[in-house]
């Protein structure tokens, strides 16, 4: 491949400490709060076993242009699921049939292909294409959790208007007509919780309102008055963590409980769009570091308990995704400068693939686990066969299509 020399540039000084503002302290890195575990925590863990590696994807007729898509939502089609390499469901994608090939209306949870549909009226959910139930409003799901048995969905209105709906087999649990989600159903050692925004509208400015709902238990979150802005919310080990913008600081600031940990930014304007990547050994914030006013030299960063871990060029990069194991970390960005889509793990080059041959297609296509790293491999241009990205080595799969997830069970 071209273009193996320049990557990133790691960081080797120490992040500088937020000074206090307002009625926060920021502290030096060290334990965690509310976990018991910091960098180096000293845990022992019970080895997992092993998972198995499950594949959804699109297969469209031989010699149709998916590509150019003309016939999009009236083409024969096939979604299905894939166990260890070999095809375990297929189902016609059709209206009929209530399946759609949309990548974010199907998906693989604990080895099961589970599908979603709006019809004139109604959303339909399916499970292995037998119908599990359906109700009433068109919902675009942005949730999906299965447990017991009981499948759980979280829904914003597919025409777009405000609010959204938390339900449980189709039973509305909680529901807002106002705001909209954040971050969709997750699980924390048994507990269900997502996160939402509400803006509130004063006079001629808009506040934003940041909740967290665990159990069913709505908890304000970022209340304070010198929060600008909050970025991303988790609940991790019952502790929530939360990245900040505060009032007179250019630098993002990390809640661990009530403690309050500095995401620096250097010699950087600010820092923009912080994310929080957790799994249990290591806290790793993902973001931008502006330079300029007007966006022209930002600068894909990241950082590993607190301290800058890497910069990634800005003009060329575009970052795509973000995939923690424990300590490990694997970023999927494309460089432009290059033309080639690369696979980081814990800031060394782990693989590079031409981007005229492969793009990358969302979040979902993405996963890592107990040691294993896998990535759909998107066909960039008609003629280019499906691949799978698992542990360094790249398979190509002879139909006309792609994968749209990858996930472990």
Known sequence: MKG?????????LPAALVMSCGTIEVDAPGDVSGTGQGPG??????????????????????????HADENYGHVACKVFLMKEGERI????????????????????????????????????????????????????????????????????????????????????????????????????????????????????KVKERYYLVSDGKT??????????????????????????????????????????MSVPAGSARETLGCRIHYAGRSIYVSGTKRFAMDGSMDMPSLWKDFKLDFNYQGSSTVMHGYYVDSDD???????????ELRVYKS????????????????????????????????????GVLPALLTDGEVKEYDFNGYFTSVSYW
């Open 347 to 382: 800031g060394l080059v782990d693989s590079e693939h031409d981007a005229f041959k492969y793009s990358y297609l969302s979040h979902a296509g993405g996963c890592a686990a107990d040691g294993h790293f896998s990535l759909a491999l998107h066909p960039a241009a008609p």
């Open 329 to 339: 970390i694997y970023c999927v960005y494309t460089d432009t400068q290059h033309d």
């Open 89 to 204: 469901v297929e189902l016609s994608a059709d209206e009929r049939n209530l399946v759609t090939s949309d990548a974010d209306m199907h998906r693989c949870v604990d080895g099961h292909l589970y599908t979603d549909y709006s019809t004139e009226s109604e959303t339909v959910i399916k499970m292995d294409g037998e119908e599990l139930f359906r109700y009433q409003e068109r919902e675009m799901i942005c949730g999906f959790q299965v447990v017991d048995g009981d499948v759980y969905t979280l829904g914003m209105p597919r025409d777009g208007a405000d609010g959204w709906t938390w339900r449980r087999n189709g039973d509305v649990m909680m529901s807002r007509t106002s705001g909209y989600i954040m971050n969709g159903l997750s699980l924390d050692n048994g507990s269900m919780w997502f996160t939402y925004v509400d803006p509130v509208v004063s006079g001629d």
């Open 219 to 260: 908890i304000p979150v970022g209340a304070a008055a010198d929060v600008e802005k909050v970025d991303d919310i988790l609940l991790y080990g019952g502790v929530t963590y939360y990245t900040a913008r505060l009032q007179g600081m250019n630098g993002h600031v990390v809640y661990i409980g009530e403690q309050a």
């Open 41 to 66: 925590g000293g845990q022992t863990v019970p080895l997992p076993e092993e998972k198995e590696l499950y594949v959804t994807g699109v297969e469209y007729p031989e010699g149709y242009d998916w």
């Open 4 to 12: 193996k020399g320049f990557y990133a540039v790691a960081a080797v």
